[in-house]
């Protein structure tokens, strides 16, 4: 369950104010391909399908987002590192990329650097409010990032407002299963919240 929610949080994470062009079919073809072999944990196919991705595209957020986990998940942060480094220079300072070195940095032992990288990521980040079930993901990742960063009480009361508001079945199931996350978390990184996946 952690691993879902850490994985669903990370995608809103790197969907936030991510611009809106139209992605490469071939781009949306190794991606899926890549997919595909990840779910089958063929990491190493998975990997060069990705890799392929970025070569047509150098800067398309989710396929950095597939390639690093994949490096996570093989227990490979370094390469991760590598990866996000590579990453064009204008994208270098986005919200996505500095969250996705944050976590990375996490998984090197580097909690210090990840807060400082977490906590310019969110200053530079707009407000996300809950607007309907279409953006419940990114505004929890928002508060998710905003606890994070030392702000858990805004979160938390933001939490409670939003429970207020007539939520759809599974907005509330969502919320709940978030909400307990956040209240118990006491510092130490997305790896605290989520567990080191």
Same mark, same amino acid.
């Given at each position: #369950?952690? @691993?879902?929610?850490? =994985?669903?949080? /990370?995608?809103?994470?790197?969907?936030? &104010?991510?611009? $809106?062009?139209?992605?490469?079919?071939?781009?949306?073809?190794?991606?899926?391909?890549?997919?595909?072999?990840?779910?089958?944990?063929?990491?190493?196919?998975?990997?060069?399908?990705?890799?392929?991705?970025?070569?047509?595209?150098?800067?398309?957020?989710?396929?950095?987002?597939?390639?690093?986990?994949?490096?996570?998940?093989?227990?490979?942060?370094?390469?991760?590192?590598?990866?996000?480094?590579?990453?064009?220079?204008? #994208?270098? @300072?986005?919200?996505? =990329?500095?969250? /996705?070195?944050?976590?990375?940095?996490? &998984?090197?032992? $580097?909690?210090?650097?990840?807060?400082?990288?977490?906590?310019?990521?969110?200053?530079?980040?707009?407000?996300?409010?809950?607007?309907?079930?279409?953006?419940?993901?990114?505004?929890?990742?928002?508060?998710?990032?905003?606890?994070?960063?030392?702000?858990?009480?805004?979160?938390?009361?933001?939490?409670?407002?939003?429970?207020?508001?007539?939520?759809?079945?599974?907005?509330?199931?969502?919320?709940?299963?978030?909400?307990?996350?956040?209240?118990?978390?006491?510092?130490?990184?997305?790896?605290?919240?989520?567990?080191?996946?």
């Amino acid at each position: #369950m952690k @691993k879902a929610i850490y =994985i669903s949080v /990370l995608t809103i994470l790197i969907s936030c &104010k991510n611009e $809106k062009k139209a992605t490469n079919p071939l781009v949306i073809e190794y991606q899926e391909k890549g997919i595909e072999f990840q779910m089958q944990n063929k990491t190493d196919s998975a990997i060069v399908y990705f890799k392929k991705a970025l070569e047509i595209d150098p800067t398309d957020i989710p396929t950095y987002e597939s390639l690093v986990k994949t490096y996570w998940w093989n227990e490979q942060p370094e390469l991760a590192l590598g990866i996000l480094e590579s990453a064009p220079t204008e #994208m270098q @300072k986005s919200n996505s =990329i500095l969250t /996705l070195k944050g976590m990375t940095l996490e &998984k090197m032992d $580097k909690l210090n650097q990840a807060m400082d990288l977490y906590k310019t990521a969110f200053e530079q980040s707009p407000k996300v409010r809950y607007k309907n079930e279409e953006n419940i993901m990114e505004y929890v990742g928002y508060l998710t990032l905003q606890t994070i960063v030392g702000e858990k009480e805004k979160a938390i009361a933001d939490l409670k407002r939003l429970k207020s508001k007539k939520l759809t079945e599974s907005e509330k199931q969502y919320v709940n299963s978030i909400e307990p996350l956040i209240r118990n978390y006491n510092g130490g990184g997305y790896n605290s919240i989520f567990g080191n996946e």
